[in-house]
């Protein structure tokens, strides 16, 4: 029996961006369930906690994951020998889709603090949950796998400690 569960650390940087994935995508449920909530509600205690947690995320550790996987993880598989030359296009592409992410989100975050201080009862997230649904899907069911098998314990502490700096505001 686990009583607290744990998260991966700066130790497992593939099993850390998995999670961050997975926070991604419980923030996107959170983003579905609130236009109904809105409709019924209008901008309540709970929209407007739930969209200060949204917005906290996705103005830091998003952008943060972003560049751990961008500035660490991707160029390493690019430069591996054994990555697999059909799925080169695919990972040069994640970085573009990360671009589009944050075009979406700074066009979400808007609609979102005009929803949390009263000034509108619609929203509309549904572009940004799918594109990122799309987005994590590949990550996590075909790039993470990869790297996983081809990067060494080493590579791999290396990527954890360039995540660990990122966040310490250290630059590697």
């Known amino acids: 029996m686990q009583l607290f569960s744990t998260a991966p650390s700066f130790d497992d940087p593939i099993g850390l961006l998995m999670a961050c994935h997975n926070r991604i995508l419980g923030h996107c449920e959170t983003l579905e369930r609130l236009p109904g909530h809105l409709s019924a509600h209008g901008s309540d205690d709970e929209v407007r906690q739930a969209i200060r ?22 160029p390493l598989l690019l430069a591996h020998v054994d990555f697999p ?12 889709q990360h671009r589009e992410l944050e075009a979406a989100w700074e066009d979400l975050a808007k609609d979102l603090e005009d929803v949390s201080m ?6 509309s ?6 594109m990122h ?3 994590i899907a590949l990550e996590n069911d075909e790039i993470f ?7 060494s314990v080493a590579i791999l502490d290396e990527i954890g400690s360039a995540m660990r700096m990122r966040r310490s505001g250290v630059k590697p």
Not at 85 to 96: G, S
Not at 145 to 151: G, H, M, N, Q
């Open 53 to 74: 947690r949204i917005l906290r995320y996705f103005h830091t550790a998003a952008r943060l994951h972003h560049a751990d996987e961008e500035e660490n993880l991707f």
């Open 85 to 96: 030359f059909h799925m080169r296009a695919p990972l040069r592409d994640l970085a573009l």
């Open 118 to 123: 009263g000034h509108r009862r619609t929203l």
């Open 125 to 130: 997230p549904e572009r940004f949950i799918s």
């Open 133 to 135: 649904r799309a987005h």
């Open 145 to 151: 796998p990869i790297a996983a098998r081809l990067l």
